[in-house]
């Protein structure tokens, strides 16, 4: 597991943009932690270091969950807050599932135990108005991440 407190919003893009350097492809980012924790600016980072252009699609009847991003890997962002656990069932998610794709999802815990292969698992904990306690840890997921000199295990 790897620990670190992030002092703003720019240090927790940073650690994103370091992770979407380091993906292969097939990797699934679930992230935990409350509102205001720094979930969707991190996967803003992650989407940077993926090199993302911009949305290029947007999949829901009524409100955004699945958000595609085109880029060096295809990134799914999805949040799951609104959501039920077998609502999850219903985005297709599967399909994206592949190594042309990374997956990003917030909320995870929403669906505990549908994901499974390469997975990232990030939380997010609130430590003070600019700091946020941000741990990483790999399920049997090779990241070839060096994060403030130190290699992530
Ligand atoms: P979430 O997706 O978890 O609800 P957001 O990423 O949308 O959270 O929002 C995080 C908020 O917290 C932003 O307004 C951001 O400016 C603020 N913030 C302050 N300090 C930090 C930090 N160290 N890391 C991340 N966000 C921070
Ligand atoms: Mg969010």
Redesign the pocket.
């Known amino acids: 597991m790897l620990e670190v407190v992030?002092?703003?919003?720019e240090?927790?893009r940073a650690l994103g943009r370091k992770v979407g350097e380091s993906l292969k492809g097939g990797e699934v980012i679930l992230l935990h932690?409350d509102?205001?924790?720094?979930?969707?600016?991190?996967t803003k980072g992650v989407a940077q270091g993926l090199g993302a252009s911009g949305k290029t699609a947007v999949v829901s009847p009524t409100f955004t969950l699945v958000n595609v991003y085109e880029a060096r890997l295809d990134i799914v962002h999805v949040d799951l807050y609104r959501l039920g656990f077998d609502e999850v069932f219903e985005l297709g998610l599967e399909d994206y599932m592949d190594r042309e794709h990374v997956m990003v999802v917030?909320w995870a815990e929403k669906a505990e135990g549908f994901f499974s292969g390469a997975l990232l698992e990030v939380n997010?904990q609130y430590e003070g108005?600019?700091?946020?306690r941000i741990t990483m840890e790999t399920g049997g997921l090779e990241l070839d991440l060096e994060l403030f000199g130190r290699p992530c295990p």
């Open positions: 992030t002092n703003s919003p240090e927790t932690g509102l205001g924790a720094g979930k969707t600016l991190f917030e997010f108005e600019t700091s946020r």
